[in-house]
């Protein structure tokens, strides 16, 4: 099938990598001239395992293009996906003008019949405003040209993003009309072997649908981080608490760890654009609100262990920091808990002296060159005159350091972690100071 995908970010790149790697035409276009060459180069703007492979591959095939050209994506596929960016506006409600612009794009352009869908994260009512462009456009045009808009939005998750989209969980199609259904069902076949993932609701639940789950989950993370700071006053270990209710299976294991907040592009983002729509219509979400007061919270958690240990008093102190992107396996740093804890940081007067494994240029992009941010090329270069170690972020290299290294570059041996990595136990018993989140009295 032909697919043209607007916005070759995090969704929309890999969303046209599977499709082209299951044998579709895919035309994606952005207004990022840059990103466009780049990729016409053969560079890939954003770190996702198995994502540069994929794209190499889809190109060599010639069944991947990327263009600046609106017109030309509009002309090219049946099916033309709206991936561009949601980002908070102002007041934290989801900012729409992109959608709007490619929708805009597609109305003036189209001159054939258009199923136009939405896999960006949009509020509940999105789908009526794109209708309304594409009606009055068309209507400008003079034009009486077919079309459809169906929510189908996207569930992947960063650093897991290429297998999330080969082998989704489940495919919401937010639509009430036959021949869009039938498009993206055949469209989705090859991902929808094993047995039927694909569910049909109306438009307004599947956007509130992908509110829902990334509401649910960021309430889990807020959840098991209040439970951690009570654990720390009382005395308690979270992971042995963690370790109890998990096994309780209306709980379950999944994502119920304990940790310096959550981060990305979406939790934050969602649940404050969920609050918004909320409002508009006279609700209070009290769960919703406190969620993200619990995360804002957390977040300086790590700056108060060093305060904490440093008596207040961080000027002039190397603070060694491994692991700056919001999660691992990503380059991302939007909303990363390592960002509030540099701010502060500089703040206080110290110096970060940090390793990534792959968000440092992002880290560089972002904050540029300052005296007091040194990025250094592996994680035992953080280490060297660092007064402590912070742990932002959980890659797996960072998960069996050799620690007697650790001891002998670090000015103290103090190890605050953000994540839980180490047995407290274990870390007392090679003599380091180990701050970590919810372990009782470890310290
Ligand atoms: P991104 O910022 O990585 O990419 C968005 C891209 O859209 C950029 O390259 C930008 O230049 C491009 N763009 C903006 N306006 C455009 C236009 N008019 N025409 C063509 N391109 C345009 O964003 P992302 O992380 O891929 O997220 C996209 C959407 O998907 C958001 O709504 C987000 O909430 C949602 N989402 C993201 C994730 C995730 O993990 N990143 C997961 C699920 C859903």
């Known amino acids: 099938m032909k697919v043209t995908v607007f916005g070759i970010g995090y969704v929309g790149l890999v969303q ?72 908070p506006d102002e007041d934290g409600s989801a900012d729409l003008k992109y959608v709007l612009a490619v929708a805009s794009t597609i109305a003036t352009h189209m001159t054939s019949p258009k199923v136009v869908i939405n896999k960006s994260t949009v509020p509940v009512g999105t789908g009526d405003k794109v209708k309304a462009v594409l009606t009055t456009t ?48 055949e469209l989705y076949m090859p991902f929808n072997r094993n047995h ?50 998990g096994s309780d299976p209306r709980i379950g294991y999944h994502f119920i760890y304990p940790g310096c907040g959550y981060g990305g592009s979406c939790f934050p983002k969602d649940v404050q654009a969920l ?38 008093d961080l000027q002039g102190k190397t603070i060694a920091i491994w692991g700056l992107s919001f999660k691992p396996n990503t380059d991302d740093m939007r909303e990363a808990s390592s960002r509030v804890l540099m701010e502060s940081l500089w703040q206080a007067g110290a110096t970060v002296q940090a390793f990534d494994p792959e968000a440092m240029e992002e880290t560089q992009r972002i904050y540029g060159s300052r005296a007091d941010l040194k990025l250094v090329g592996t994680k035992e270069a953080a280490l060297q005159n660092a007064d402590v170690l912070v742990i932002c972020t959980e890659w797996k290299s960072f998960r069996s350091p050799d620690f007697s290294v650790l001891k002998q570059q670090l000015k103290q041996p103090v190890i605050v972690d953000g994540r839980n990595l180490f047995e407290p136990s274990r870390l007392r018993e090679l003599g380091f100071t180990y701050y970590a989140i919810g372990r009782g009295d470890s310290v």
């Open 16 to 87: 046209a990598a599977v499709l082209a790697e299951a044998g579709h035409q895919v035309c994606c276009v952005d207004v990022n001239p840059k990103r466009v060459a780049d990729l016409q180069a053969g560079i890939i703007p954003i770190y996702e395992p198995g994502l540069s492979a994929l794209v190499q591959q889809g190109v060599a095939q010639g069944l991947l293009q990327f263009t600046t050209d609106g017109a030309a994506g509009v002309a090219f596929g049946e099916l033309q996906f709206i991936a561009v960016g949601t980002p």
């Open 275 to 312: 609050i918004k729509t909320a409002e508009q219509t006279g609700y209070n979400t009290q769960l919703l609100k406190s969620v993200e007061a619990v995360n804002n919270q957390q977040k300086h958690k790590l700056f108060g262990f060093l305060q904490q240990h440093f008596a207040g």
């Open 196 to 245: 039927d993932k694909i569910i049909v609701m109306d438009i307004r639940s599947a956007e509130l649908t992908k509110y829902a789950a990334n509401c649910m989950l960021a309430t889990k993370i807020s959840f098991m981080n209040e439970m951690s700071n009570l654990a720390e006053l009382l005395g308690a270990d979270i992971e042995q608490v963690r370790h109890g209710i």
């Open 138 to 185: 068309l209507k400008t045009r003079q034009q009486d040209l077919q079309f459809a808009v169906v929510s189908n939005p996207e569930f992947l998750k960063e650093g897991a993003a290429v297998a999330d989209c080969q082998r989704p969980d489940r495919i919401i199609l937010g639509t009430d009309n036959p021949w869009a259904e039938k498009l993206l069902r």
